[in-house]
């Protein structure tokens, strides 16, 4: 299946928690660079240490948007008063012998979290590694995101690796980083057990 085929169904619109706001999910374009810049600009630095770039960069959103032309992410945007509020990324491995494994990074602004949107990302971001036939997707985070952890944990996801002190912030503290992963491939034949069944169904 192609990027367009897994993605076919975006965009689309979502209510969050019980009457809560209302966000757009729409695929990232070239036309959303300064408004994905803004969203990254204004997050702690904190919630950027597991990511492999700098986002707040402008070359680095440039080679993210280079990375999509390419086929090599997918990114979803959440859009909310005319601004992103958060995303979800697959990417592929290029190596050959990791073609099977897909990587998901999540990120959500303060205001928006703990409404259901991580949730509704992560679901989203199945569809597509899905629809792209991944076998196995992983996730990282640093070890005191305990919130992203158990939402994570949540969707089936299970602590793979513990890698100490692997990274540092810009104060030079060094933090443990957590891999989790997720067994892609089974993830719709255990939908339902998860309750989350309903999202591949709309």
């Not at 994905?36 to 950027?48: I, K, T, V």
């Not at 990114?75 to 190596?95: C, F, I, K, N, P």
């Not at 076998?135 to 996801?157: H, N, P, S, Y």
């Amino acid at each position: 299946m192609t990027v367009s085929e897994a993605t076919g169904h975006l965009p689309r619109r979502v209510t969050l928690a019980d009457d809560g706001p209302e966000v757009e999910l729409r695929l990232l374009t070239p036309s959303d660079r300064e408004a994905l810049l803004a969203f990254a600009r204004s997050l702690p630095p904190h919630d950027l240490l597991f990511l492999r770039r700098d986002i707040t960069d402008p070359d680095q959103i440039d080679r993210w948007l280079a990375a999509v032309a390419e086929g090599r992410y997918v990114t979803l945007l959440a859009w909310h008063e005319g601004r992103v509020t958060g995303y979800a990324t697959v990417s592929h491995q290029d190596l050959q012998w990791m073609r099977h494994i897909a990587e998901l990074r999540v990120l959500i602004e303060e205001p928006m979290r703990r409404l259901g949107l991580g949730r509704i990302l992560t679901q989203e971001a199945f569809r597509i590694a899905l629809g792209l036939g991944a076998e196995k997707m992983v996730a990282q985070m640093t070890i005191d995101q305990r919130d992203a952890i158990e939402a994570f944990r949540g969707m089936g996801f299970e602590p793979e690796a513990v890698l100490r002190d692997h990274v540092k912030d810009r104060d030079g503290r060094r933090w443990d980083l957590v891999v989790l992963s997720h067994d892609v491939a089974s993830f719709a034949n255990r939908a339902a057990a998860l309750g989350i069944d309903a999202a591949f169904r709309e």
